[in-house]
């Protein structure tokens, strides 16, 4: 089992869903995922064949306190540090923390990464001294075994790469040498692709050579899988981030091209590209020219051409008050977190309480992609 890297999970960063709430420990919200009981009952039935069942259920259990352990070491210094913790899940490969916001220094971040596997060390080490002192039995052979497992999980996550914690490790040393966080992240989430692939190589050439079983095959090359996913996640999302101020809501707002209550659909589309106003967005205005609500794009596309003549823009529109709004000036990050705060298709861009232009998140989502396929 390896305990990943803390999560992230702000509104910037969707996170995982949490699983079952085990309720609170020192404050934090804990979850488990259902595969931990698969892992629990695999464990006890595979090891109780070699060591008793006894023995393969008390080592399992251990194994998850030592996991929740590590990660109270994260959430913990995370608090302490200043930053908020949202939970703890513990899933079939150890265990992940969501924290609010990222480290906002390399310093801060080192020591939140460092602590998990700082505690892994500890339990191993106290771990091998209880069994040095314990006679030979089942608890003895408990204790080794989690001995061994805290010594294995300390060691392994602490290799320099995402997802891994010392992957975090190496991001705030990157990040402290040349002042970029991102291209920290960019660092380390390639070298946590490469232990990933390593670990999946490790795994196959252990099992050839017999020193794992089929079990342990399985177990490594999922943990390899998921180590590669993750910091293929980590280097998308490093090279998004490096996107975000170019999210610019004044300039990526759409015109608003209004015309009276009850035009035709069609004639409202040809008013619309005769004034060279084709990529506007339409709107609808009162007899004094107030706008009051705006032409809904997905309700358009629904009507067939041969059918816009016959269909007013009324019915396809929305009133303005049911379209959710940002302020103009809004950008980088500041409009991401709250473009995702709030999603929706469409949004007015207001300034003084009167509407300036419409951005929609197609075109958000259009400018990113692109940029990231440039890259």
Known sequence: ????????????????????????????????????????????????????????????????????????????????????????????????????????????????????????????????????????????????????????VAVFNSLPGLPLDGGRALRAAVWASTGSQQRGTVVSARCGQVVGAATGVAAVWLYVSGWVS???????????????????????????????????????????????????????QRQAASAGAGEAALAVADSTGRLVALVHTDAVAAVPPDRRPWVTVDSVARELAAVRSVPAGLRGADALRMLQSDPAGEYLVTTDDRVVGVLRSADVTRLLRSRSAGQ
């Not at 030592?66 to 930053?83: D, F, K, N, P």
């Not at 943990?223 to 293929?232: D, E, K, N």
């Not at 490093?238 to 608003?256: E, H, N, T």
């Open 1 to 152: 089992m390896a305990a990943m890297e803390p999560t992230v999970a702000g509104p910037a960063s969707p996170g995982r869903r949490p699983g079952i709430p085990l309720g609170r420990v020192l404050g934090f919200s804990l979850y488990l995922r259902w595969t931990v009981l698969l892992l629990v009952g695999l464990v006890t039935l595979l090891s109780g064949q070699l060591i008793g069942y006894g023995v393969g259920f008390g080592f399992v259990v251990c194994l998850l306190l030592s996991v929740l352990l590590h990660e109270l070491g994260h959430a913990l210094t995370a608090r302490r540090l200043g930053i908020g913790v949202r939970g703890i899940t513990l899933e079939i490969l150890g265990g992940y923390t969501e924290m609010e916001r990222d480290a906002p220094t390399p310093r801060i971040e080192l020591l939140v990464s460092l602590a998990g596997p700082a505690v892994s060390l500890v339990l191993g080490v106290a771990a091998a001294a209880v069994a040095a002192v314990l006679p030979d039995g089942a608890v003895r052979q408990v204790a080794i075994l989690v001995a061994l497992a805290n010594l294995i």
């Open 214 to 268: 089929e079990f342990g095959l399985v177990l490594m090359i999922l943990v390899a899988f998921s180590l590669w996913q993750g910091a293929t996640v980590s280097a998308r999302a490093a090279r998004l981030s490096g996107l975000v101020p170019l999210i610019d809501v004044d300039r990526l707002a759409r015109p608003i091209f209004a015309v009276p209550t009850g035009t035709p659909l069609a004639e409202a």
